[in-house]
Nanobody
Framework: QVQTVESGGGLVQAGGPLRLSCAAS????????MGWFRQAPGKGREFVAA????????YYAESVKGRFTISRDNAKNTVYLQMNSLKPEDTAVYYC????????????????????WGQGTQVTVSS
C-alpha cells in the first residue's frame, strides 16, 4: 500500500512557475508508476503526467507538454511536478496517484488504473 501527500499548490500569476511535491510512504515511488491528475471546477479528473517505475519513462498530456516536467527523487521517495508558463486554464486541484500494476493498454493515462490517491493540492493561476 502507498500513501501519498501532495504539497506546493497555491496562487500564481499567469506565466509563472510552481512546483508540486508528492511525498510517498509505505512503498517506494520507484516501484510504482506515479501519476499526476487534475480536476478543474465542474470538470472530470484528467491526466497530466506520469513516470513509470524502474526505468522512469515519462508521459504528458498534450496540454502541458513542453511546460510541465515530472520527476522523482528515490532517496526522498518523492515525485515532483515542475510547472512552468502556467495558464489560467491550469487552475485545478492536482492529485498524485500510484499505480501498482498495468493491466490495460495505455494504463498510465487512465485514472482507474491508479490504486492510491492523495487528497490533492489547489493550484490557482490568475490572469
Amino acid at each position: 500500500q502507498v500513501q501519498t501527500v501532495e504539497s506546493g499548490g497555491g496562487l500564481v500569476q499567469a506565466g509563472g512557475p510552481l512546483r508540486l511535491s508528492c511525498a510517498a510512504s509505505g512503498r517506494t515511488v520507484s516501484s510504482h508508476t506515479m501519476g499526476w491528475f487534475r480536476q478543474a471546477p465542474g470538470k472530470g479528473r484528467e491526466f497530466v503526467a506520469a513516470i513509470t517505475s524502474s526505468v522512469g519513462t515519462t508521459y504528458y498530456a498534450e496540454s502541458v507538454k513542453g511546460r510541465f516536467t515530472i520527476s522523482r527523487d528515490n532517496a526522498k521517495n518523492t515525485v515532483y511536478l515542475q510547472m512552468n508558463s502556467l495558464k489560467p486554464e491550469d487552475t485545478a486541484v492536482y492529485y498524485c496517484a500510484a499505480q501498482s500494476f498495468c493491466s490495460v493498454y495505455g494504463c498510465v493515462y487512465k485514472e482507474r488504473q491508479y490504486d492510491y490517491w492523495g487528497q490533492g493540492t489547489q493550484v490557482t493561476v490568475s490572469s
